[in-house]
């Protein structure tokens, strides 16, 4: 009965640190895509595209990250990348209108300008 109890609390312990760990993670990839966010403003792409990649290490599952990886790629003319960030974004997060509104002009502007190529 002893044994069972503190299997138990300890049990409860490593569920309590493991949860720690997971919201210390999101917020490390919150702060990555705001500083990302900062920097692009200021024109630094590679460091925001690079901030953007880390923040998506930091927290696979994070859409707003991919998304924001996904307009770096495109703004350095990265399209094979900036398509399969977008449709990463999209997996995780399919009713974000903001995620499909980007992805949609994505694919506009770059269907017109393939056409207009050939």
């Given at each position: 009965m002893k044994a069972t109890a503190i299997a138990i609390v300890a049990?409860?312990?490593?569920?309590?640190?493991?949860?720690?760990?997971?919201?210390?993670?999101?917020?490390?990839?919150?702060?990555?895509v705001e500083f990302g966010i900062s920097v692009a403003q200021r024109g630094l792409w590679r460091e925001a595209i690079y901030r953007?990649?880390?923040?998506?290490?930091?927290?696979?599952?994070?859409?707003a990250a991919y998304n924001d990886l996904?307009?770096?790629?495109?703004?350095?003319?990265?399209?094979?990348?900036?398509?399969?960030?977008?449709e990463k974004a999209l997996e995780l997060d399919p009713n974000n209108s903001q995620v499909r509104q980007n992805y949609e002009l994505f694919k506009e502007i770059n269907d017109r300008t393939a056409q207009k190529e050939k």
């Open positions: 049990c409860v312990g490593v569920l309590s640190s493991t949860s720690l760990v997971a919201a210390d993670a999101k917020k490390d990839a919150k702060s990555q953007w990649e880390k923040a998506t290490e930091i927290d696979p599952t994070y859409a996904a307009i770096g790629y495109e703004h350095e003319g990265q399209l094979d990348k900036a398509r399969k960030a977008y």
